[in-house]
């Protein structure tokens, strides 16, 4: 064993991810291994000390709850859903923060950005936010450089959207902190074909779900997530691309199996269904911004398709609506 192991602190939200979890450690435990001797060592941390629900549904006993300053090198928070309750806690904010003042690397995953964002540690540094939260994200913390890569990692900061990203940031962070080569041999364990770098896209936004292979569907589609704030009619839609409104609406038809008008609609409701789980932002306000000439359609459209009204889905929970892409389709 080294004398002096990396001490890292895993800390565990309420409803956060298991998975997370589980690609941030195994690489740890895998180069210790590999390096016969203990390189790391890690504490799961929850905020009041006792066992935390993961999103699907396990316990997870911890460590400790949030402890002394200045005892762990590296401290990662693990979010997933419900980020914007735990936002708001003073007391895990103030322990982050003076975590940072002690030189503590400070690093989250998925959610867990959004924080570290509310602690204002990550103001004009970037952060890696997963697609589906990127917009809300970008709303609430303007003063953040919120990017849609992969993960980010600088001197003191690192981020992850999370899923199988939060592997590829571990071994990065794990060559950049020992060794290159010990990294590579940990991804291999993995079988890992490349490790992904920071800058890559997670290809997962919504621009790219319906992967068109029309180039003009690709055009409309673009003009409809450019214009949401005040829709266009189908027609004029079908005049920037340069053909009729019918022939645009067989391409759609053919290509998507949806409407163009259905699909414009899906959009706005994607949208303000992020910005009403994800921000504070005022229903009517929210309305204007999707395209809504008015509050009563709005609630009409929203409780149509998701069964509640826009007031009542202001949480991002497990057991709030989900958005589907083709939702709208079978409609």
Known sequence: MTSNPHHLAFVVLP????????????????????AQTQLFRWSTLSLDGLSVRASNGQHLPVDAGLGEVGTYQTVVVIASFDAKIHAGDQRLLGWLRRMARFGATIGAIETGS??????????????AIHWDN?????????????TDQLYTLTRDRMTCAGATATLDMMLRW????V?????????QHFLLPRLRAPGESQGGAEPD??????????????IMQQTLEEPLSCRAIADRIGMSQRQL???????????IARQYLSYRLAKAHKLLQQTDLPVTEIAVTCGFGSLESFSRTYRRYFGLSPSSDRQQTTNAPVFRQRMLSRR
């Open 15 to 34: 409803e956060f991810s298991h998975m997370g979890l589980a690609l941030a450690i195994e690489p740890l435990f895998v180069a210790n291994w590999l």
């Open 134 to 146: 990127l917009e809300g994200f970008r709303e609430r913390y303007p003063e953040v450089d919120a």
């Open 179 to 187: 060794d290159v080569d010990l990294a590579g041999e940990v991804g």
């Open 249 to 259: 609406q067989r391409h759609f038809q053919r290509h998507l199996g949806v409407s």
């Open 209 to 222: 779900l319906h992967a068109a292979a029309n180039l003009k569907v690709d055009a409309a589609l673009k």
């Open 174 to 177: 794990i060559g950049e902190t």
């Open 114 to 127: 959004e924080i570290l964002a509310a602690a204002r540690l990550l103001d004009n540094q970037p952060a």
